[in-house]
């Protein structure tokens, strides 16, 4: 399957006119040749015409970087505000009946990440959750049973990276005979670049990994190529993104080219997610670092804002051929900027697949159950995943019924946990918490096996002291601080003994 839809270009210059100033011309001017000289590092002729294809797209990104720079292009606050009542519609509004439309379905996983932040080399796609099943095994289980109880033949798409490429391949291997067609395309590989020359640090393509990056899911639109009607797109690494019928069957019956599933902020949310908005009338995607330094308290707040974008989207494929062959689609560039391990800061330009929403007719949000996002983004969200909370359903991860209420606990772990191995060389088996509330932990603390945790429970060990949770501890409603290290044999029950080593208090 081709990567590249567009032909390939010579490589050329814009003209100065295109940038009004100066210094932004010198720039498009020393990046062209930048690139040029990269591509003049690729030995192979056909492996060069597919990094050209990619650096012509990457410049045509940075060149407009530049110029909506340089001319000062930025968001009219007063244009803003939360979005109509026409432009989202609530889930349980939606019909409940009819299932033709999976016919011309196909799903699509993102599936580029690399879980940087939780201190990972590898895919994130290939990170255990439950069973000894990876993210991306769940993801396969779910669009297998789909065709199986709907006899049908939904295909599932996964979008990779240079960075997941081989992971999931060697995941993807297993399924190759079983009920669900798995295609894989890698999505672009652009340069990054230092923030203060705004050229590539990469010297040749044969650098490592660290000089380049994925430019987000935007990227999608352009990289993908395929035939068909409807497509849902979600992050692999979102438990909760499953097709759902009833979505499926009111975009076909609305004709809606272009559904973006939202769902309601919670105090973990505030500071994390983009939101849809009413923009001078049309529904667009904000991001944060789209929103001026002067309204990013007010566009923080749950009270305006309600809601933020799960990145669970449903695209009508015909309006999406539409729109590439008649005028194109520009997605809002997000400068991401970051500081590499030598120090130096790069700036990565990206983009989201949300913000194509402005481009579509009869474009409007979901409003769906918070059930429909379950993502992992650090080793707090991995506890969750990993724990009694939820129970396997074909792939799909759903809340014990145990569970009195339907939303799961906040948890804080710190910075001791930050790291996936760190996460697991401090739990011998992930807690029960089916009644847990509230989990915060700070500092040097070790869980046991069968350690149960209920209600409110803070555990810090201060600086330069150790906490051992042993194994079969009930806590609820605690707080303990100090220094604790049990011995095994040692009757522990469920409220901790008052020592000299240890502060616990009941909460």
Sequence with gaps: MPLFKQPIHRLRRRPAKYFPDLPETDAAKSMSDELSRLVTTVPDASARNLFLAEMQSFLTLYNRYLSEKGQGQGLDWEKVSPPAENQIVPYELLPNNGTAGLNKLAVLKVNGGLGTSMGMNGAKCALEVQDDLTFLELVVQQVEHLNTTERTDVPLLLMTSFNTEEDTLRIVKKYANRPVKITTFNQSRYPRILKESLLPFAKAVQEGKAAWYPPGHGDLFNSLNRSGEYLFVSNSDNLGAVVDKRILQYMIDT??????????????????????????????LLEITQVPAEFIEEFNSARRFRIFNTNNLWINLRALKRILRDDGMVLDIIPNSKTMEDGRTVLQLETAAGSAIKHFQNAHGVHVPRSRFLPVKNCSDLLLVKSDLFVLDHGRLVMNENRIFGIPPIVKLG???RKIHQFQKRFKQVPHIIELDHLTVAGDVYFGRNVTLRGTVIIVANEGQRIDIPDGCILENRLVSGNLNMIVSLS????????????????
């Design 255 to 284: 004709q809606s080219e272009f559904v973006m599933e939202v769902t309601s902020k919670s105090k973990v949310d505030i500071k994390v997610w983009g939101t849809l908005i009413n923009y001078d009338g049309t529904v667009r």
């Design 415 to 417: 910075e001791h946990f």
């Design 492 to 507: 522990f029950r469920p409220s901790l003994s008052v020592d000299s080593h240890i502060f616990d208090q009941e909460l």
